[in-house]
């Protein structure tokens, strides 16, 4: 007598794809990709996982490659570069381009994607991208996407301050002359070092040269000193990309890290004549700048001895270049 085999018998994981699909965002999480598949076919989350793992785990981990391409009907390829997560489970992984992809993983994190291009794509309420450190506005609306914008509506209008807007091109073009890694370690101590300068003790506004209206709902209308708030990441992002720029700076950086008070007033004449006129009491009012910056990881980038200081504001700028 034979035995018919009994692999009916258990759920094998999805072998069709759903009745309707929708395509990934650049860069989306694997969470907010499936939220949205789900809430196209009318289930829950939980169900759709349930359904991509053959009923075996509730975790999003979980979860194949191969399982959310049927169930999407979205080839591969496309999840592949799409969901960083997910990405490694590619099965011809050595021939997809990975240089300049964003990982999924610190120092990258999670932001909602810019609200207004988020209504163009679907009808989801937020979309979740995985960010990394400079992608803090949107330039095609105008929208602050950067640290404290943990929810849409949190996303402040820069439409009326274009030079917070400029910042974001300044800041890309760091990187491409410098790299990430080098870019991203002396712009967490120029946010350290603004920090420092500006703030002005426990909910005393910050020193702010722009005035930006917090977002409609936003939870903390009746404390604007909250350093967590949007509007003052936002308000200071052009000032603390300027500070970016001098301590990438070959020429420039040296004279923060010397022992030279002579040097150290260089650094900050140069600091002064970059900043804004409301901004320049701030370059003369702490020594701890110089402080943070010999005790943060830019200090351990090797330098040559501070040069000549140059005597003109276009001979400073050719030095940068």
């Known amino acids: 007598m034979s035995v018919a085999p009994l692999d009916h018998l258990f759920r094998p994981g999805p072998r ?15 969470g907010s990709y499936l939220l949205r598949l789900a809430a196209a076919n009318r289930i829950t989350g939980a169900d759709l996982v349930d359904y991509l793992t053959a009923g075996a785990s509730q975790s999003i ?17 496309a999840l592949a570069y799409a969901l960083p ?59 602050w996407i950067g640290p404290g914008a943990g929810h849409p509506r949190d ?11 400029h910042a974001q091109v300044r800041h890309r073009r760091l990187i491409r002359l410098h790299g990430h890694t080098i870019v991203h370690t002396a712009y967490r101590t120029a946010g350290e070092i603004w920090e420092m300068l500006t ?7 910050y020193a702010l040269a722009r005035d930006l209206h917090l977002p409609h709902g936003f939870g903390h209308q009746n404390w604007p000193a909250d350093p967590r708030d949007p509007v003052h990441r936002a308000a200071v992002y052009p ?16 004279f923060a890290m010397s022992a030279s008070a002579a040097d150290r007033d260089r650094f900050r004449a140069e600091f002064q004549r970059r900043l804004p006129p409301a901004y320049h009491d ?24 501070p040069e000549t200081y140059p005597s003109t504001p276009a001979q400073a700028q050719g030095a940068d270049r």
């Open 199 to 205: 703030h002005r003790g426990w909910g005393v506004p």
């Open 282 to 305: 701030l370059a003369n009012t702490d020594l701890q700048l110089f402080t943070i910056v010999r005790h943060s990881p830019v200090a351990q980038w090797h330098d040559p001895q």
């Open 85 to 143: 997560e997910l990405r490694t489970q590619h099965t011809d992984l050595p021939r997809v381009a990975l240089p300049g992809r964003t990982l999924p993983a610190k120092p990258n994190t999670v932001r909602p994607a810019c609200r207004r291009c988020t209504a163009t794509r679907t009808t989801a309420e937020r979309i979740d991208i995985w960010r990394r450190h400079e992608h803090n506005i949107c330039q095609r609306h105008r929208l």
């Open 61 to 77: 981990a979980n979860v194949s490659l191969a399982a959310v391409s049927t169930a999407s009907g979205q080839p591969p390829v």
């Open 155 to 165: 996303q402040v209008d820069l439409a009326a301050h274009p030079d917070v807007v």
């Open 239 to 254: 000032e603390v990309v300027t500070l970016t720029e001098l301590l990438v700076c070959t020429h420039w950086r040296p």
């Open 16 to 30: 069709r794809a759903l009745p309707r699909t929708c395509r990934p965002s650049q860069d989306e999480t694997t």
